[in-house]
């Protein structure tokens, strides 16, 4: 499945980097400055895995650390409906009501707006722009994630990526994704953007 395609994206998406989850880098240029170890810029990760209870992420439990569940996503319906995403104490923490346009709630963070405002694609169709906690990010996809990004600084800084694993959607968020509050809406991000549905 090509995630980009279903949601509109521009299509130099790879598939089979993900499916092989690889993650191609480029080497830093420090210029003539002598050699040395560079420091290590690559961020810890929390990951958070979808094990899908009918093949989609639509009706899937969410592991995270320990093998606890963190999240259900249940979907009332495959073709229209809701999908609702509930926290270990069974309370509701975001809603999508799957519309010809759909609509997209997540309690006390993202205010019921379509996913089409929330996750606004750019008029390149190359990445989706993201509000949350008063702060704007970037989902970009790259050869093997969909990557998730600060934005509007000079160095924007990595917050988190999805990637298809062999058994549903992975959602890998940084240490201080989790700590600003970015969990509930990185859940909700993968649920609509690795549904296959059209969320524009």
Same mark, same amino acid.
């Given at each position: 499945m090509n995630p980009f395609a279903q949601g509109g994206w521009s299509n130099s998406y790879n598939s089979n980097a993900v499916n092989n989850n690889q993650w191609g880098t480029s080497p830093s240029v420090y210029g003539a400055l002598p050699y040395s170890t560079p420091p290590t810029t690559t961020p810890q990760f929390i990951t958070f895995t979808f094990s899908p209870l009918d093949g989609t992420i639509l009706?899937?439990?969410v592991i995270g650390p320990h093998s606890?569940?963190?999240?259900?996503?249940?979907?009332?319906?495959?073709?229209?409906?809701?999908?609702v995403v509930q926290?270990?104490?069974?309370e509701s923490v975001t809603l999508v009501e799957w519309r010809n346009h759909p609509i997209v709630e997540v309690r006390?963070?993202?205010?019921?707006?379509?996913?089409s405002q929330w996750l606004a694609l750019s008029s390149d169709k190359t990445y989706?722009?993201?509000?949350?906690?008063?702060?704007?990010?970037r989902w970009t996809?790259?050869?093997?994630y969909i990557e998730l990004h600060s934005t509007g600084v000079p160095n924007p800084q990595l917050?988190?990526?999805?990637?298809?694993?062999?058994s549903g959607a992975i959602l890998e968020l940084t240490t201080e994704a989790v700590?600003?509050? +970015? /969990?509930?809406? %990185?859940?909700?991000?993968?649920? +609509? /953007?690795?549904? %296959?549905?059209n969320i524009d």
């Open positions: 009706n899937s439990i606890r569940t963190y999240f259900r996503i249940t979907t009332d319906s495959t073709s229209s409906g809701f999908s926290n270990p104490k069974l006390d963070i993202v205010s019921k707006r379509s996913t989706r722009v993201m509000s949350a906690r008063g702060r704007n990010f996809p790259s050869a093997s917050f988190g990526r999805l990637s298809q694993g062999q700590q600003v509050g +970015l /969990l509930e809406v %990185g859940v909700a991000s993968a649920l +609509l /953007l690795m549904s %296959g549905r």
